[in-house]
């Protein structure tokens, strides 16, 4: 018998992570569903406009220059090598644009407003007062899950754009003090390889759908652990812990999945 | 609204909580239950609005049997009930005003606004909150987010009010101005209640007929004049709060019937 718990251990965990994508998979069907009452909601979506975009933006901004930086530096390194440095500003705009913009954008979004829905509808569902709304007949999911979705999915890639722009200005920074590479090459080389209309498409539009799909997968994510919580304070604990972490796997397999097609889709 | 629970069983957490449950309420009644905590009587009141399901038996209002719809069926049946939670459930990031008014601005759209802030009002001048309507439920004592809970459960003047325990937590002075809040409701409205409390007091003052939960079961029901002069043993300790008697002990008491226990075949 104690031979076959960890596979026992095993099955339960597999049976827990289906059960789980299930829900969430149901809540975000269940928020489609309530896109009709969109205007109805617009109060709200402003109001998680402002909580979960705006209040967002400075850390997010501080993150990119230093990361914009930082790949300006190590990259410019390398390439300073082989004489090609001044191809660094368009191996950074592509490295944002197409990866890490949307990527960074997501991990800050997932710690900081996906773990924050959790530990707010944790605490309403555990306080009853999720339970006051279905009692008054009044639709949670229309009522706290779909603003909180479409709010991310709005802002998401608004914020991606500014952590790009951001990005590459930090970049161009360090690589003008540090690897010698001059404004007007370093930025010469990044508008010449935006000619082509259709790399355009792709490193822009290609990372701002993926931020849009990373900001919906956070904010579903968020609202189900928030909803399934119980065990009052120790339960808000777990379902926000639980909301970063499953956000995090489901970007990282995501965005793999969403790079294959979009490559595919491109070249 | 008529209300009918017939052989009502849910298991939760792996414990009985109702066993074979059967009550009716007929339309235009006030209804309490009491009985010790723990012994399913929140537990009734969230099936009444299908918070929770029953695992057998049925549920009927008005005639329809509740039992097994989904929330979108359920809606409709909401709509005409209002629910007092024992914590009041105030959404907490708004106002007294906006809480109490939310089901109107949800459901009666064609409102204008000074007619909502007119019935929010009024609504919370019945409960003595006059003075809360700009205030955050942080800033509320446990009685008044009670009471503001109380004011949003009546705001649509519903034909069905389920309190859970009102006047725990309130003084008596308050508890006495709630009570005359339930039987307004009763006499001018002609609105239905089930009152969950422990307070005597208040079962005493605003019931039709009171009923004794225990073990999943009504052990004893009656007027509040019945249930005074009770014999049944079980009823008399806890109206009377002895800490000795069949509640506290193991018993072989029938709490049906006050003698000797013997085996009791349970519905099904």
């Avoid at chain 2, 193991?250 to 709490?255: G, H, I, R, Y």
């Amino acid at each position: 018998m104690i031979l076959l718990r960890p596979f026992e251990a095993i099955g339960s965990q597999i049976l827990d992570t289906a059960f789980k994508a299930g829900y969430s998979l149901t809540l975000f069907l269940r928020s489609v569903a309530c896109l009709g009452g969109i205007f109805e909601k617009r109060k709200s979506i402003a109001s998680q406009l402002y909580i979960c975009g705006v209040q967002s933006v400075g850390i997010t901004l501080v993150v990119a220059l230093f990361t914009g930086m930082i790949l300006a530096l190590q990259t410019g390194l390398v390439l300073q090598r082989y004489n090609i440095e001044g191809f660094l500003g368009t191996v950074i705009l592509v490295t944002l644009c197409r990866e890490m913009g949307p990527f960074m954008c997501a991990f800050i979004l997932a710690g900081r407003v996906g773990s924050a829905m959790a530990a707010e509808i944790g605490t309403m569902n555990v306080s009853e007062e999720v339970d006051a709304l279905r009692v008054m007949s009044i639709d949670p999911v229309r009522f706290l899950v779909m603003p909180r979705i479409i709010s991310l999915v709005i802002f998401a890639p608004v914020l991606t754009v500014f952590t790009n722009f951001v990005g590459v200005l930090g970049g161009s920074i360090v690589a003008n003090l540090q690897i010698g590479v001059e404004y007007s090459v370093y930025f010469g080389k990044i508008f010449e390889y935006l000619e082509d209309p259709k790399t355009t498409l792709e490193i822009f539009y290609g990372g701002l759908f993926k931020s849009a799909v990373f900001g919906c997968t956070i904010a579903v994510i968020g609202c189900s652990n928030g909803l399934r919580t119980s065990q009052g304070a120790v339960g808000v604990g777990k379902a926000s812990r639980k909301a970063v972490v499953d956000s995090f796997l489901f970007i990282l397999m995501l965005n793999y999945f969403m790079s294959s097609v979009i490559n595919r889709f491109f070249y | 609204m008529h209300i009918l629970l017939e052989n009502v069983f849910k298991e939760l957490g792996g414990r009985q909580i109702l066993n074979s449950l059967s009550l009716e309420i007929p339309q235009g009644q006030t209804y309490c239950i009491i009985g010790r905590s723990g012994t399913g009587k929140s537990v009734t009141l969230k099936h009444l609005v299908g918070l929770l399901k029953a695992d057998r038996g049925k549920i009927l209002i008005d005639g329809i049997n509740m039992v097994g719809f989904q929330d979108r069926q359920l809606r409709g049946l909401r709509k005409r009930m209002g629910y007092l939670f024992q914590s009041g459930a105030l959404l907490n990031w708004m106002t007294v005003g906006e809480n109490v008014a939310l089901p109107l601005i949800e459901h009666e759209r064609q409102l204008s606004r000074s007619e909502v802030l007119r019935r929010v009002r009024e609504k919370l001048a019945l409960v003595g909150l006059q003075d809360a309507e700009d205030k955050l439920p942080e800033n509320l004592s446990g009685g008044m987010k009670k009471r503001a809970g109380l004011a949003r459960a009546i705001i649509r003047d519903p034909e069905l009010v389920l309190y859970d325990e009102p006047t725990s937590g309130l003084d008596p002075v308050m508890s006495s101005q709630i009570d005359e809040v339930i039987r307004d409701l009763q006499t001018e409205l002609g609105v239905t209640s089930i009152v969950v409390t422990h307070d005597m007091a208040s079962a005493y003052r605003v019931a039709d007929r009171i009923g004794m939960l225990y073990e999943g079961q009504i052990i004893e029901e009656g007027t509040p004049d019945e249930i005074r002069s009770t014999t049944n043993p079980f009823v008399r300790q806890f109206i009377q709060g002895d800490t000795k008697g069949p509640l506290t002990a193991e018993s072989s008491t029938d709490p049906f019937t006050g003698s000797k226990k013997t085996a009791r075949v349970k519905d099904s």
